[in-house]
């Protein structure tokens, strides 16, 4: 099995924004192309780290998105094609969608296949 | 389309425990039994508000657990059985496995088909 990789671990405290949603199925083309471009778009954002998401599919999803500090979460919310793509999106493609806006105490790198592990401090 | 929903959103502030993970492929009807069972048991743990996760066919997944503080979460991680099963885990399910632990600051719901959000505080 193969795929994406978790986002290298930047040095605490860090944010994260914390997506989990159920989409309702609606224009699966066209909200995908959308999440590629949000995503293309929140990496040219100040205080970008990276992000990450994962959907079942049922249509439950969590995305997250890694930053610097909370003002560069709050520019992101306030970009203005995210906020046109984030109104049709609510409008459109969810059952529901919550949203918590975190400060990362502490992380850390679980060694697969040893029983050791390495914190990012 | 249907599925879990988003877990209802606490007064912040709360923690969450973010594990961010590449599975191996390895053992998939194992593996499920053990997830569905320490979530049981989280559950049952002091502290606890609630648990989602979502995984792609390639493998990449997202668990989140919310907790009222981080006393909990320090518990939690030093269960008995936790700990044997996370062992075990870590020798023979993941291609990779990073955690955050952060603690949430604000939260809201996004209402869906409509223009306005309601904020959990």
Same mark, same amino acid.
């Given at each position: 099995? @193969? =795929? ?5 671990? $930047?040095?605490?405290?860090? #944010?994260?924004?914390?997506?989990? @949603?159920?989409?309702?199925? /609606? ?7 959308? /999440? ?9 954002? $100040? ?8 959907? %079942? ?9 890694? #930053?610097?500090?909370?003002? @560069?979460? /709050?520019? #992101? ?5 995210? %906020?046109?793509?984030?109104?049709? =999106?609510?409008?459109? #493609? ?11 105490? !502490? ?5 697969? /296949? %040893?029983?050791? @592990?390495?914190?990012? !401090?």
């Amino acid at each position: 099995m @193969s =795929g994406q990789l978790p986002a290298d671990l $930047p040095r605490p405290p860090y #944010w994260v924004a914390v997506l989990s @949603s159920l989409r309702n199925g /609606a224009d699966p083309e066209q909200y995908a192309a959308a /999440a590629r471009r949000m995503r293309e778009l929140a990496g040219q954002q $100040p205080g970008f780290i990276a992000a990450e998401s994962a959907r %079942t599919a049922e249509g439950f999803g969590i995305s997250l998105s890694y #930053w610097h500090d909370p003002e @560069s979460i /709050a520019a #992101w919310r306030d970009q203005v094609e995210h %906020t046109l793509v984030r109104e049709f =999106g609510r409008e459109h #493609w969810y059952e529901a969608l919550h949203v918590h806006i975190a400060r990362v105490e !502490r992380s850390y790198r679980v060694e697969p /296949a %040893t029983q050791a @592990s390495s914190s990012a !401090r």
